[in-house]
């Protein structure tokens, strides 16, 4: 099927379910000084649940988000059948922009993309522009969920590579954090782990580039310590020069996760079916999980509850429902394929926010990816393109502009 455009319209009946089931909710009582060391304070959830349910308008973010260029295509994949995926697609008036996939992960979605659809569409004489392409996962937003055993990295490269040809752009550059990475399945008895370094955009890299995919860039610093054999000038480095006080503190945010915020995780990965019918049965339910994480992960930004109410909005009334978009840590998780991929050579891009929940030094991702570009900033967490949204664009003009060290990467398309 060809591309056919596509608008929001959540039933009023999923509308007046939703408010039956935020009406009959029943919540769990609270230890005293509570704060949040034990999770979602129950103050902060009683206190949404009360606006979601009298007040919030649905209705009037359903409209904002029905103004952007949305579309749905399937695509086959091989051996998994066909997939229809919804996806935003906007194009600059730049006929020489350079087509950008934007990949959200979890608990994210499309909205991650808004805040910066504007600014990298935009042209001008010394900034690059953009054509941005932003999918919906398969069981995000409203993209068909895959509901066959063993669609893990592979796949997704297949999936959106095949998204990006079929929509014209035979060479293209990508853009991920989360879900554009991976996690390696760590035991619950393990004192450290080391989380998965591979995005989805890694993959697509690996498997289409540099045929298709021509550079990539990241906010989500993840990768292994450099091995000598591997990377013998890395691994030098590592061991003789000291961490900076960036590199220590993202050290130290990682050992943290590790004891304490990795909870989901382990659930997600091992027993996604289980943790499935709270998220599908109890708006509640989902509202704790996932608002616990747009908070902690982020750089104390100032959520306002309708922010927060929109962003939950999109899985509870999402095509597939919200438990089909814990899936891929059980199927990626614990898959193995990143183990043995070659180091990428395209052209690799790294931002560095200071509250993201992990961050590797940078002697890790220089011995395992081709990085030309760097950058740090003094603000931002795991949500950067949402947060951040200007320092993230100035970090991908820099590394694609006139002067950058992956200018001219994607033929006919300089972004001027």
Same mark, same amino acid.
């Given at each position: 099927?060809?591309?056919?455009?596509?608008?929001?319209?959540?039933?009023?009946?999923?509308?007046?379910?939703?408010?039956?089931?935020?009406?009959?909710?029943?919540?769990?009582?609270?230890?005293?000084?509570?704060?949040?060391?034990?999770?979602?304070?129950?103050?902060?959830?009683?206190?949404?649940?009360?606006?979601?349910?009298?007040?919030?308008?649905?209705?009037?973010?359903?409209?904002k988000f029905n103004k952007l260029p949305?579309?749905?295509?399937?695509?086959?994949?091989?051996?998994?059948?066909?997939?229809?995926?919804?996806?935003?697609?906007?194009?600059?008036?730049?006929?020489?922009?350079?087509?950008?996939?934007?990949?959200?992960?979890?608990?994210?979605?499309?909205i991650e993309v808004t805040k910066i659809?504007?600014?990298?569409?935009?042209?001008?004489?010394?900034?690059?522009?953009?054509?941005?392409?932003?999918?919906?996962?398969?069981?995000?937003?409203?993209?068909?969920?895959?509901?066959?055993?063993?669609?893990?990295?592979?796949?997704?490269?297949?999936?959106?590579?095949?998204?990006?040809?079929?929509?014209?752009?035979?060479?293209?550059?990508?853009?991920?954090?989360?879900?554009?990475?991976?996690?390696?399945?760590?035991?619950?008895?393990?004192?450290?782990?080391?989380?998965?370094?591979?995005?989805?955009?890694?993959?697509?890299?690996?498997?289409?580039?540099?045929?298709?995919?021509?550079?990539?860039?990241?906010?989500?610093?993840?990768?292994?310590?450099?091995?000598?054999?591997?990377?013998?000038?890395?691994?030098?480095?590592?061991?003789?020069?000291?961490?900076?006080?960036?590199?220590?503190?993202?050290?130290?945010?990682?050992?943290?996760?590790?004891?304490?915020?990795?909870g989901y995780y382990l659930e997600h990965?091992?027993?996604?079916?289980?943790?499935?019918?709270?998220?599908?049965?109890?708006?509640?339910?989902?509202?704790?999980?996932?608002?616990?994480?747009?908070?902690?992960?982020?750089?104390?930004?100032?959520?306002?509850?309708?922010?927060? #109410?929109?962003?939950?909005?999109?899985?509870? *009334?999402?095509?597939? +429902? =919200? &438990? !089909?978009? /814990?899936?891929?840590?059980?199927?990626?998780?614990?898959?193995?394929?990143?183990?043995?991929?070659?180091?990428?050579?395209?052209?690799?891009?790294?931002?560095?926010?200071?509250?993201?929940?992990?961050?590797?030094?940078?002697?890790?991702?220089?011995?395992?990816?081709?990085?030309?570009?760097?950058?740090?900033?003094?603000?931002?967490?795991?949500?950067?393109?949402?947060?951040?949204?200007?320092? #993230?664009?100035?970090?991908?003009?820099?590394? *694609?502009?006139?002067? +950058? =060290? &992956? !200018?001219? /990467?994607?033929?006919?398309?300089?972004?001027?």
């Amino acid at each position: 099927m060809s591309e056919q455009p596509f608008q929001i319209a959540v039933p009023d009946d999923a509308l007046a379910l939703l408010k039956r089931k935020l009406d009959d909710a029943r919540f769990p009582d609270e230890v005293d000084e509570a704060a949040w060391d034990y999770g979602a304070p129950l103050a902060d959830i009683k206190r949404l649940v009360n606006r979601w349910k009298d007040g919030y308008d649905w209705r009037t973010h359903e409209s904002k988000f029905n103004k952007l260029p949305m579309f749905t295509r399937d695509i086959d994949v091989e051996g998994f059948g066909t997939l229809n995926v919804h996806y935003v697609h906007q194009k600059s008036a730049v006929e020489g922009a350079i087509p950008l996939l934007f990949v959200h992960g979890w608990p994210g979605s499309f909205i991650e993309v808004t805040k910066i659809l504007p600014l990298l569409t935009a042209g001008g004489p010394d900034q690059p522009s953009f054509h941005v392409i932003a999918p919906s996962l398969p069981g995000y937003a409203w993209s068909s969920p895959a509901l066959k055993r063993g669609f893990r990295g592979k796949q997704y490269a297949e999936l959106f590579n095949k998204l990006m040809i079929s929509l014209g752009y035979k060479e293209y550059v990508t853009q991920g954090g989360d879900w554009g990475y991976y996690v390696r399945l760590c035991s619950l008895f393990e004192s450290s782990c080391t989380h998965g370094r591979d995005q989805i955009t890694r993959m697509l890299a690996a498997h289409h580039g540099p045929q298709n995919v021509k550079a990539s860039h990241t906010n989500f610093p993840r990768a292994d310590e450099p091995t000598f054999w591997a990377s013998p000038v890395q691994y030098i480095k590592h061991n003789i020069l000291p961490y900076t006080a960036l590199e220590r503190q993202g050290l130290a945010r990682r050992q943290q996760f590790i004891a304490s915020g990795r909870g989901y995780y382990l659930e997600h990965a091992t027993r996604p079916q289980t943790i499935g019918y709270n998220l599908s049965d109890s708006p509640v339910g989902m509202l704790a999980w996932i608002y616990e994480k747009l908070v902690a992960w982020t750089d104390s930004y100032p959520w306002t509850d309708d922010e927060i #109410l929109t962003w939950i909005s999109i899985y509870w *009334f999402s095509r597939a +429902g =919200p &438990a !089909a978009s /814990v899936r891929i840590y059980y199927e990626i998780g614990g898959s193995g394929e990143s183990m043995n991929l070659p180091r990428a050579t395209i052209p690799y891009g790294v931002s560095y926010f200071p509250k993201e929940i992990a961050s590797a030094p940078k002697a890790f991702m220089r011995g395992e990816f081709n990085v030309v570009f760097e950058s740090e900033h003094t603000s931002g967490g795991h949500f950067a393109a949402f947060e951040n949204p200007q320092g #993230l664009v100035d970090d991908l003009r820099k590394m *694609f502009g006139k002067k +950058g =060290p &992956a !200018a001219g /990467v994607v033929p006919g398309h300089s972004g001027f």
